[in-house]
């Protein structure tokens, strides 16, 4: 399924989101498949995550169903927006071929800027461009059994992670790799381009390119 997240919703966590799309499912009268155990679960997934603060048109939902659903798949969409909390928006749902997730290929992003910021943008990307390598430092989470021991930090070339940034008049448009190992961040590349962190809340991710074939 296709879905999008605007307004306050934006802010919620990842867990927080599975809790409120499992909840909408319920409320639309899907008949959800759970896992076995003594904490059953909703089987469903997010193939994208989607970083807080960040809107987003397009994100993609996997549910897993106990049979297969008799509406049509404008009408399911429409129940579940029916049964959503305000900032989400249920667009379009399909079978999926196989039991395998979808596999992301390529992110979309815009942020909106006035002319002033986007020529700034539009400089630094010039001089991005120009250059051998695109580093950035990544810290990383500490895995250990001592929560007071310092991240450990890595420095990674983003440039190759990234398959297109420009600079339009009116902001910022640019496309990040994903699957197959490391990929970039939103915030690191905004912040490659001089931006703050903050600009994420104003950040809106535009598609979500898989290897599925575009819904009929």
């Known amino acids: 399924m296709r879905f999008a997240v605007t307004g306050d919703l934006r802010f919620c966590s990842h867990k927080d989101m599975m809790r409120a799309i499992e909840r909408t499912a319920v409320r639309a009268g899907l008949d959800l498949h759970y896992s076995q155990g003594f904490n059953p679960h909703a089987v469903m997934s997010l193939p994208c995550p989607r970083p807080v603060g960040v809107a987003s048109d397009g994100d993609i939902l996997v549910l897993a169903l106990n049979e297969p659903c ?3 798949p404008s009408s399911l969409a429409a129940k579940l927006t029916g049964s959503a909390p305000r900032g ?3 667009d379009r749902a399909q079978p999926l071929p196989t039991a395998r ?3 992301v290929r390529t992110v979309h992003y815009r942020l909106w800027l006035s002319p002033a910021r986007a020529a700034a943008a539009a400089a630094r990307i010039d001089e991005l461009s120009r250059a051998d390598v695109w580093p950035v430092t990544r810290e990383e989470k500490d895995t250990t059994e001592h929560p007071g021991r310092p991240k450990s930090a890595r420095t990674i070339d983003l440039k190759p992670l990234v398959a ?3 600079a339009a008049p009116d902001g910022l448009v640019f496309v990040l790799g994903a699957g197959g190992g490391a ?3 939103p915030a690191e590349l905004l912040h490659l381009v001089g931006m703050d962190a903050h600009e994420l809340s104003r ?3 535009t598609a979500v390119e898989t290897d ?4 009929p």
């Open 70 to 72: 008799v509406e049509t």
């Open 88 to 90: 989400m928006r249920f």
């Open 101 to 103: 997730a979808p596999q």
């Open 164 to 166: 297109d940034l420009a």
């Open 183 to 185: 990929s970039a961040r």
């Open 203 to 205: 950040l809106q991710r």
């Open 212 to 215: 599925l074939p575009p819904a």
